[in-house]
């Protein structure tokens, strides 16, 4: 059976139908897998696992229904929901992973990333990023209430929204020298990762060993999953 990976749905109470297309996917596709993966931003906002709003009450039951029949469901922080925790993962059956993880994909040792720690050439993120991953300042969120985390959270995705807009387009795309340090420092063939919103299968020759960069579509104008199965892998997208 394939082993399935997505990541990037960003799910929200305003894209209903993108809830509605995951919960089928969890109903049909992700049935057949022998294992599923989600490498970040499953959902556009989470800000603590006592605080889950309703809008997202179906997409943790399907998930846990998958985990139920037997599939085993992988879940990894993005830059969106990185307050994921051990409560949510008990309540869809999941097990976190860390970022990044090694795994042994049909005999391919594969790295898997959300992908945002690549773009390094986004300096202001990356500070960001280094801000909000504190243990402190996460401590110091968790400790606010539901009100104040949520005008939180809508501060962090209007400032998200501007500076986006005003980048150029190459910014946020990987660094191909952090790409190469970290096919330096893991004993990998594959890299596969989210975030970009680019998807796309890159065969690239590191220190003249052929190894692939795998990255994952979104889900905002898609439906994207990579399939694989017997050591071959094959990005898919359906229409919304």
Not at 8 to 18: G, K, M, P, W, Y
Not at 52 to 71: E, F, H, N, R
Not at 112 to 138: I, S
Not at 148 to 164: G, H, M, Y
């Amino acid at each position: 059976m394939p082993t399935l990976f997505i990541s990037d749905l960003h799910l929200a109470a305003e894209r209903a139908q993108i809830s509605a297309l995951f919960i089928r996917f969890l109903e049909t596709q992700a049935r057949q897998a022998d294992a599923v993966y989600i490498l970040g931003d499953l959902f556009e906002v989470w800000f603590g696992d006592d605080m889950i709003p309703p809008d997202y009450q179906p997409a943790i039951a399907a998930m846990k229904a998958l985990t139920d029949s037997g599939v085993p469901l992988y879940l990894m922080h993005g830059n969106r929901d990185f307050f994921m925790g051990e409560h949510l993962m008990q309540l869809c059956g999941a097990t976190l992973l860390d970022d990044p993880t090694v795994i042994d994909l049909d005999g391919v040792p594969t790295l898997l990333m959300h992908g945002d720690t690549l773009c390094t050439d986004d300096l202001e993120y990356m500070k960001f990023r280094a801000m909000v991953r504190n243990p402190q300042w996460q401590q110091d969120v968790l400790s606010k209430s539901p009100e104040e985390r949520l005008a939180l959270a809508k501060k962090f995705r209007d400032l998200s929204k501007a500076e986006t807009s005003n980048k150029a387009e190459d910014i946020m795309d990987v660094n191909q020298a952090e790409v190469e340090r970290m096919f330096a420092a893991y004993p990998v063939q594959r890299l596969i990762h989210g975030h970009t919103h680019r998807p796309a299968i890159h065969d690239l020759n590191i220190k003249d060993q052929n190894v692939q960069r795998i990255v994952l579509g979104d889900w905002c104008a898609q439906g994207s999953v990579l399939i694989c199965e017997d050591g071959q892998c094959r990005l898919e997208t359906f229409t919304m």
